[in-house]
């Protein structure tokens, strides 16, 4: 579910894609009261998570209010497995070989010894597990805040 900011467009996307299904969308006016928009009402280009007031729309939004926080999407996004993405597919596989292998650390450990048992951990958000090839793979996929 996103909770958004409107920003007086016709227009929106949703945070994650592919977005297979939305449940609702509701708007908040500057009231409190909350409208639910009918599907009717906009179009939803699944693969980017756009969505569109339609120019024929006869209900009370054509477009998405300026306001904070007044939007809500319920939506279902992301992939199943038959549909992932090949490079997708590679790149899963190849974490788990990192994993495997032993050649890089699990995330978030910085080093480890087995003899009177010491860790010690990585600060912040470091994830060892995704290399640079995994990391090249996943950028093309990551949304862009628009």
């Keep these: 579910m996103d ?6 467009a016709d227009w929106m996307y949703t945070r994650n894609i592919p977005v297979s299904t939305i449940s609702y969308l ?5 009231a409190g009261t909350v409208t639910s ?7 939803l280009y699944e693969d980017t998570g756009k969505i569109v007031f339609r120019e024929d729309a006869n209900g009370l ?15 279902t996004a992301g992939y ?6 090949q490079e997708i597919q590679t790149a899963v596989i190849q974490v788990a070989k990192n994993m495997y292998s032993g050649s890089v650390i699990p ?14 951990y990585l600060l912040g958000t470091e994830n060892i597990l995704i290399d640079s090839m995994v990391d090249g793979i996943l950028q093309q996929y990551k949304t862009q805040n628009l």
């Design 61 to 75: 939004y054509t477009h998405f209010p300026k306001g904070n926080a007044n939007i809500t999407i319920s939506y």
């Design 26 to 30: 509701r708007i908040t006016d500057s």
């Design 107 to 120: 995330a978030g450990i910085k080093s480890e010894k087995l003899g009177d048992w010491n860790a010690s």
């Design 37 to 43: 928009v009918d599907t009717s009402e906009y179009y």
């Design 3 to 8: 909770v958004v900011n409107g920003k007086g």
């Design 80 to 85: 199943t497995a038959a549909l992932m993405p």
